[in-house]
């Protein structure tokens, strides 16, 4: 079993960076395609960054460019580093887990129904 557990969200003006973290525990087979979620009430929640145990990463078009998604293995940790913030960043972000069989040639699957380890999610708030 798996406990994810995210941290760093908060508010910031537009332009603005946050890093967010997501701590993990248990089985590391069931964490090898990890990635980042975001949710706004009332709408789809959106893949934004999926990152492979070996380093592959992919992101979704609207953070591509303004975010980057990274792993410390060795502290069980993923991050994400949001820069170049904007209204429509404001969700509720999340990070997930599943194992290996969401990859393919190296790159994990965004696909936010295919993970099934979630964390609690944290706050983004961007103000303009």
């Known amino acids: 079993q798996v406990q994810l557990e995210e941290s760093g969200g908060g508010s910031v003006q537009a332009g603005g960076s946050l890093r967010l973290s997501c701590a993990a525990s248990?089985?590391?087979?069931?964490?090898?395609?990890m990635g980042w979620f975001r949710q706004v009430p009332g709408k789809e929640r959106e893949g934004i960054a999926s990152?492979?145990?070996?380093?592959?990463?992919s992101y979704a078009d609207s953070v591509k460019g303004r975010f980057t998604i990274s792993q410390d293995n060795a502290r069980n940790t993923m991050y994400l580093q949001m820069n170049s913030l904007n209204a429509d960043d404001t969700a509720m972000y999340y990070c997930?887990?599943?194992?290996?069989?969401?990859?393919?040639?190296?790159?994990?699957?965004?696909?936010?129904?295919?993970?099934?380890?979630w964390g609690q999610g944290t706050q983004v708030t961007v103000s303009s």
């Open positions: 990152i492979y145990h070996y380093g592959g990463t």
């Open positions: 997930a887990a599943a194992d290996t069989s969401l990859s393919w040639e190296g790159i994990c699957t965004r696909d936010d129904g295919r993970y099934y380890s």
């Open positions: 248990g089985n590391t087979y069931s964490r090898m395609c």
